[in-house]
């Protein structure tokens, strides 16, 4: 370490991101000290990843359990099956605690330092806390910026946080409404949509774009459609806008045409989630008294490399990871950009492969993807000057799947026809967000899809949904 600064390395936001940069640093050697104004953990911790999943584990044992028909398939009755709302609510409470506290004393642990207050670039490899006890003046070799991001909420929508919220409110399952509109049906949505069904709300899903989860694979969206939306007590509102939410109760929500903007049909609801995505949480973070502009989404510019950019040209010893980035707003790229912007402050020069970074959907069953859409692989194909090939296999020819019970399911690859490398793949099914893994690990290896018909899979299992679709693959040059 440099004996001219306090630091080797300050990072501002103690999320998933920060914190995995922070540890990372320590191994390698960096004298490091980490910002938190908020909670520990950050969204994924506290509002995110982790009460959303205890959520839904809690609530998909309930739908397992009332599902009759599917346990009697197996031999099995069940009677008076009921649950405690206060109860699940407590185990994602629970959950948030006991990881939050392994997340801190992880670092008190490895002797990052921890400041609690809110942290600005006060210049250049200078940074000020702002804290109860007054403003704190640290410097640092590099500072990296890991803010994180907040839920967006479009203009003309009223939050109250009681009956009109976002999904960090909704994670406390305070309340089990008899009818919920969720607007938005992305990951987001179609997971809470998952809970509440599963609790005994009834749902519409408003989406303004003319199709409902316009951003998966089409041949996905068709099963996820099938089993996550028609048969369950879900109404879906394509291509129409919330111009309007006012909370109470009811809540009223006016819904307009997407291209005149004029009202077409006024609903009342009991509750309305907002899942319309996320912004980065830019504000004031002292970016100006460096001369950095975000973008007009709030977004950092970063290069390659994870350095901040100011007029095209990385700033000298300031970085920025997570959300914050726009690369993609998930915890794991967060984790991974920590890491790799970690090591080329250590004078090594690497990069983040964000095809191969997979993404999934915890509703029952799972949906998952890696890399690029079959829209999305022909326009790039026809760009490059390639054709590709896909192949699809399902959940209803594997043993495992069928001895669950659990056999609506899809797994799809897409790869060059060429070369067998692999650009895309997608899964709806029985632990889709853990097969996924295999296809991502390819995409970051540079396997083909050849290469893996060859690889052996245990019988029975899953996994075989997926040895299935390499060995099927046809590479023709």
């Not at 069904?197 to 899903?205: C, H, K, P």
């Not at 006024?266 to 950095?292: S, Y």
């Not at 020819?397 to 060059?416: F, H, M, P, Q, T």
Request: net charge negative; hydrophobic share 45%.
């Amino acid at each position: 370490m440099s004996q001219a600064f306090d630091y080797d390395l300050v990072i501002i936001g103690a999320g998933v991101g920060g914190h995995g940069a922070a540890i990372h640093a320590v191994r390698r050697g960096l004298k490091t000290a980490i910002i938190e104004a908020a909670d520990m953990g950050g969204t994924c911790v506290n509002r995110g990843c982790i009460p959303s999943k205890a959520l839904l584990a809690a609530s998909g044992r309930v739908r397992e359990m009332q599902d009759t028909h599917h346990l009697e398939a197996l031999g099995i009755q069940v009677g008076g099956v009921s649950f405690d709302r206060a109860a699940i609510a407590g185990h994602a409470n629970n959950l948030v605690s006991k990881i939050q506290g392994d997340l801190t004393n992880s670092l008190t642990r490895l002797g990052v330092d921890t400041i609690r207050g809110w942290g600005r670039v006060a210049g250049e490899q200078k940074v000020v806390v702002t804290t109860e006890a007054g403003d704190q003046t640290i410097t640092a070799k590099d500072i990296m910026l890991s803010p994180g991001s907040i839920p967006f909420v479009p203009p003309g929508i009223e939050i109250d946080h009681k009956t009109v919220f976002t999904s960090d409110a909704a994670v406390k399952l305070e309340w089990l409404p008899e009818w919920i509109a969720i607007i938005g049906s992305g990951y987001i949505g179609l997971e809470f949509c998952d809970v509440y069904t599963a609790l005994g709300s009834e749902v519409t899903i408003i989406e303004a774009i003319d199709q409902i989860m316009p951003t998966f694979d089409p041949d996905i969206a068709k099963i996820a459609q099938r089993v996550l939306i028609n048969s369950r007590p879900v109404e879906t509102r394509a291509g129409v806008l919330a111009m309007k939410v006012t909370p109470g109760s009811p809540v009223v929500i006016e819904l307009a045409d997407r291209e005149t903007k004029e009202v077409v049909d006024v609903l009342e609801v009991d509750a309305c989630l907002v899942a319309t995505g996320r912004i980065p949480a830019t504000k004031d973070l002292g970016l100006e008294r460096v001369g950095v502009e975000t973008d007009r989404r709030g977004f950092i510019s970063v290069d390659d490399e994870l350095r901040v950019v100011r007029d095209g040209k990385p700033v000298p010893h300031l970085w920025a990871i997570g959300d914050a980035t726009g690369k993609m707003m998930l915890a794991h790229t967060a984790s991974a950009q920590g890491v790799v912007a970690v090591d080329n402050i250590c004078g090594e020069s690497r990069t983040v492969n964000y095809r191969s970074i997979p993404a999934a959907a915890f509703t029952h069953p799972e949906v998952s993807f890696v890399g690029m859409t079959e829209p999305q692989a022909k326009a790039y194909a026809d760009e490059q000057g390639f054709a590709i090939a896909t192949v699809k296999t399902y959940f209803k020819g594997n043993s495992k799947a069928l001895a669950e019970g659990e056999s609506d399911g899809l797994a799809k690859v897409i790869y060059r026809q060429d070369t067998g490398e692999i650009l895309g793949t997608h899964i709806i099914g029985l632990h889709a967000s853990d097969l996924i893994q295999e296809a991502a690990n390819a995409i970051a290896q540079g396997q083909t899809v050849t290469a893996l018909s060859y690889c052996v899979h245990t019988h029975p299992t899953l996994s075989e949904v997926m040895d299935e679709a390499f060995k099927r693959a046809v590479v023709s040059a």
